[in-house]
Structure formats: C-alpha cells, structure tokens
C-alpha cells in the first residue's frame, strides 16, 4: 500500500483516558502525524461517547478509536500491535525476541486487564451512584494497590532501565498512564520503587511528554 496516498489518521480520544494515552505514545513514537478528535468522556450530556455518532463508531462507547490505512481499529493494545506490524520507523514496540515479547505483553496485559478496568470512568460513575464516594475510595484503594503489587513482582523479574530490558516495549506505554491515574485516585506510587523508577525514567522522554494529557486539545490547562 502506498500509505503517502492514505487519508491521515484520526484518533478519537479523551485526554485522561489512559488507553487513549497508550495510543497518542505509540503515534508519537511511530512518528505518525494524526488527527486529534476529542471525546468528552465527563460532559454535562452524560458524556459524547454514548451519543448515536459515536456509537455507531464503536458500540462499546468507548475511546480510542483509531481510523488508519482505511481501517477502523478499537482496543488499544491492538491498535498498538498493528502499528508495530505496519510501520518500520520509530520505536520497535514488540520485540522480536520471542520471550521480551511475551514478557513485555503480560506486563502491558495485566496493567490492561487487571487494573485500569477498576478505575474506568463506567465503573466509576456507576459505584458513586450505588456505594456513595467512601466506598469508591475503598474499591480504587483495593483494586489498584493489588494490580500495583502484582506488577511489581513482575518487575523483578524483567526491569532493566524500563519495563523489560533497556529497551521501550508496549509494557511501558502501559505503565506510565497508569502510574498517572494511580496518582490520581491518591495511590502512594512511592510504595512500588521499580514501577516508580521505570516510570520517571519514561516520563521526560520526548514521546512521553507529548502524549500526556495536559499537553492535549481538550486538557482543562489549555482551555483555561
């Protein structure tokens, strides 16, 4: 495919979101130019991710979604994988070293499965109506910290400078949203030194920067 003659990419994205984040990391790092279209996830509407446009989009009513090559992707971790497999330049993102690899995906896999569902804006929303505020405070404390200490443990065993090695791998582009949105929700990081160090040593690379939520379009600092 002559990909020069391919529509530019667009991304539907919410800037906290941290799968969104995930994708706006790997764009950069691919150095792939795309459209940013926001989704707000927490409008007074109830958020436009339920509205009958985007649904139509994708059913599941959530972000990302990343319209590349003619194609229509959803789910972040393939988004990134397809990404890996079509463009050569930039950032290798799945190694191929057959063990980094899989290494590399059980880290992004339980970052992806085993914590960032807890803290979804869907589950959220949903607890503070049913439980009240103490009892979401409660189920973020539990949730977090027990996907947090897994991930640690995990870490023993593949840190090098990053998540796996000393090289970036799909792992870290999980981890430093998630670090992020821990912080958030008031979860002391500082009790998990390796995913505390990979993270500060990913957070002030160029592609890192970028990607964060206050250097988006609809990030509250540059709107206000």
């Known amino acids: 495919m002559n990909r020069a003659n391919v529509a530019r990419p667009i991304l539907w994205n919410y800037h906290l979101s941290t ?16 459209e940013y279209r926001a989704v707000d996830l927490l409008s007074k509407k109830g958020g436009d991710q339920f509205s009958t446009q985007f649904t139509k989009l994708n059913p599941k009513q959530e972000v990302p979604i990343l319209l590349i090559d003619n ?13 890996d497999d079509t463009r050569t330049s930039g950032t290798k993102l799945l190694s191929s070293d057959p063990v980094k690899r ?12 085993g914590i960032q569902p807890y803290q ?4 959220i929303k949903k607890i503070n109506v049913q439980m009240g505020k103490v009892k979401r405070i409660e189920w973020l404390n539990f949730y977090l910290n027990k996907g947090l200490k897994a991930l640690e443990a995990n870490l ?4 090098g400078r990053y998540c796996v090695g000393d090289e970036i ?3 870290d582009l999980c981890l430093v949203p998630q670090v992020y949105a821990a912080k958030r929700y008031k979860i ?21 920067i970028k990607a964060h ?6 990030s509250l600092k540059n709107n206000n």
């Open 71 to 83: 194609n229509l992707f959803t789910q972040s971790i393939p988004i990134i994988e397809y990404l």
């Open 19 to 34: 799968c969104s984040w995930r994708v706006r990391i790997a764009l950069s790092l691919k150095a792939i130019d795309y």
């Open 169 to 171: 791998s799909i792992a």
């Open 156 to 159: 023993k065993n593949t840190k």
């Open 188 to 208: 002391d990081v500082t009790k998990y030194p390796l995913i505390n160090s990979v993270n500060l040593e990913l957070e002030i690379l160029p592609s890192f």
């Open 120 to 123: 979804n804006a869907n589950v």
């Open 102 to 113: 899989a290494k590399s995906k059980i880290i992004a896999e339980l970052i992806n499965s």
């Open 213 to 218: 939520p206050d250097n988006q379009p609809d």
